[in-house]
């Protein structure tokens, strides 16, 4: 899954437990195992000025990077973390932890070539998906419907609890952005060929 469906489908699941009083925990938490990859994606391309080739498939691939981004996406680490915040009563902590686990779960199904080592550290083993959230190789179209599908539902869930403009803002952003790209990439390209049939 992309990074902002893990945010507005945490906030959903967590809206179900009566959790969401902590939405800066449940979308930081959401966001958290991502970020690295942001981090290095801007830079490789915007200061190292790196062809989307070498960020993909050399820069992605350097060995630090990989144990950020392994850190971040372990689910052994996330439980130990909910349950050590739990311990201490520190709630925020926990609901942050929990909220890393659920993009864990999330992107456990959907990775194919780009899947993360989500037992680190007890295990470097990679689920290797059959299937991809963006790689048409692994069904990426029918995944991107899905996940697009899920993102509106979540979205009509959790309107009604946000009800500052900021949020709701960021809510409807993020379905455009969705929107827009599943249009450019796959929509489109799906009507120009069935047209040109």
Not at 129 to 147: I, L, M
Not at 155 to 163: A, E, K
Request: charged share 10%.
């Amino acid at each position: 899954m992309n990074t902002p469906s893990h945010a507005l489908v945490n906030l959903a699941i967590f809206s179900q437990v009566s959790l969401s009083q902590y939405p800066g925990a449940i979308v930081v938490g959401a966001i958290a195992p991502d970020l690295p990859i942001f981090v290095f994606y801007f830079y490789s391309k915007w200061v190292l000025r790196r062809s989307e080739r070498e960020i993909w498939t050399e820069g992605y691939w350097h060995p630090r990077l990989q144990n950020i981004v392994a850190i971040l996406h372990s689910i052994p680490l996330a439980i130990l973390g909910a349950i050590a915040c739990h311990v201490f009563n520190f709630m925020e902590g926990k609901i942050f932890c929990l909220s890393i686990l659920l993009h864990c779960f999330g992107d456990l199904p959907v990775h194919h070539d780009d899947a993360h080592r989500h037992f680190f550290p007890f295990s470097s083993y990679r689920f290797i998906s059959p299937f991809s959230y963006w790689d048409p190789n692994h069904y990426g179209r029918w995944v991107a419907s899905v996940e697009l599908a899920i993102v509106l539902l979540a979205s009509v869930q959790i309107l009604p609890i946000f009800t500052h403009a900021i949020a709701r803002g960021a809510i409807v952003a993020i379905n455009s952005f969705y929107a827009f790209f599943y249009s450019r990439y796959y929509l489109i390209p799906l009507l120009r060929k069935l047209g040109s049939s």
